[in-house]
């Protein structure tokens, strides 16, 4: 059974502007986290022990906040971070949507080019997580996917668009 989330999407642009998109708050905004989602940057650091935090919130929601801590960034083509639930401050929280999800998930990020197309591998696993929070991240592999599947589409539209 393996721990990980694997994501691979390819995208009809350049490497460069890939990585631009995922490291600048000004293109994250515009393409970042669920359709429809009110998306608000409180900090945006994307070097080596920077931090992204972030909020966002449904129409008909809770604001949820969100925190990375970026570990690598080897520009266009790797991407390490932890992402952690947080409150409004920056302190972690579980969850909002289920309290066994585990605290922290490490993220790599890949970018290949080939012939002006970029692939993004996207590995997601959990960081020492409790019996509980392997479990429930393992029950949640499929919802998680379509998740991350559904943010890339957001972005392939909105690369056509810049």
Do not use: C
């Amino acid at each position: 059974m393996s721990t990980q989330i694997k994501t691979i999407h390819t995208f009809n642009a350049p490497r460069e502007l890939v990585f631009q998109a995922l490291t600048d708050s000004e293109h994250l905004k515009n393409w970042w986290g669920p359709k429809g989602w009110t998306f608000e940057v409180s900090k945006a650091d994307f070097s080596p022990g920077g931090v992204f935090h972030y909020s966002q919130k449904p129409a008909d929601g809770d604001r949820m906040w969100v925190k990375f801590v970026y570990g690598e960034m080897i520009a266009p083509e790797k991407i390490v971070y932890a992402s952690f639930f947080s409150d409004a401050e920056g302190t972690n929280v579980r969850a909002p949507f289920d309290a066994n999800w585990p605290m922290e998930t490490l993220n790599t990020i890949t970018l290949t080019e080939d012939e002006g197309k970029t692939t993004l591998t996207m590995m997601v696993e959990p960081v020492s997580p409790t019996e509980e929070e392997l479990k429930t991240f393992e029950d949640s592999k499929e919802m998680a996917q379509e998740g991350y599947a559904g943010t890339f589409y957001q972005l392939d539209e909105y690369l056509t668009k810049i």
